[in-house]
């Protein structure tokens, strides 16, 4: 039976990688699929991974309808088994309605991948919609890293180097480089923080800064501390 499945995670955590690996894997068995993607990082009609693949996709607009692409694409002779739908979290609800209408009425599986909260923690009214009418919402079990170490929980947003919590909520940027080269960096970034220090707005920066700072000893770092491993039995 065909699904609606929602893939999500933090940035940097895989999931157009697995969108990109699931369209190859359906291919090739046969499948015929449509990939669709919105404010890809490599630009319109792309959808990118970070490791450097990319495929063509079509862009999907605020006034595109799914539904209505597909019984065109179908009345004109064309099959389709299933969609990937990459950066999901940017469709309207609507356009996520249409996506449950097509699994249910023309039996064609959709694959939706994308964040769920944006840099504020509030939820994305594409990814709010997709939670509530997934037939099944997957956690990617690859886990982004805050500059603490511990597991990444929010998409911060990092504005020439300082972290930000206010403005709109859709703004097109990459996650910030390696390196201390902040000319070479975009001005808009986004940077996975765990819990504590996205609350305490401490990104990597500060982190830092705070570091190299001559009143600041090495135990006074707001540092998280990582779970203890678990005690080994001898007997």
């Not at 065909?2 to 990109?20: H, I, Q, R």
């Amino acid at each position: 039976m065909a699904e609606l499945v929602f893939f999500t995670g933090t940035m940097d955590c895989g999931k157009s990688t697995l969108a990109l690996q699931m369209d190859h894997t359906h291919a090739t068995r046969g499948r015929a699929g449509l990939l669709f993607t919105k404010h890809d990082r490599s630009g319109e009609a792309v959808l990118s991974s970070r490791l450097g693949l990319t495929k063509p996709a079509l862009e999907v607009t605020d006034d595109l309808d799914f539904w209505d692409l597909v019984v065109e694409q179908r009345t004109n002779g064309r099959r389709i088994d299933y969609l990937i739908c990459d950066e999901a979290q940017f469709y309207t609800p609507d356009q996520v309605e249409q996506l449950a209408r097509l699994v249910d009425e023309m039996a064609i599986d959709v694959f939706a991948f994308g964040i769920t909260a944006d840099f504020r923690t509030q939820l994305f009214p594409g990814s709010q919609r997709l939670i509530e009418l997934a037939d099944r919402t997957q956690q990617l079990q690859v886990q982004a890293l805050c500059w603490c170490g511990k597991h990444a929980t929010v998409n911060a947003r990092v504005v020439d180097g300082v972290m930000v919590v206010e403005g709109e909520q859709v703004v097109v940027g990459d996650v910030a480089a390696d390196g201390d080269d902040a000319e070479a960096a975009p001005t808009v970034e986004y940077e996975m923080l765990c819990r504590r220090h996205y609350m305490r707005r401490m990104n990597a920066s500060a982190a830092r800064a705070q570091s190299m700072s001559p009143d600041v000893l090495p135990f006074d770092l707001d540092l998280c501390p990582l779970p203890a491993a678990p005690e080994q039995r001898t007997d």
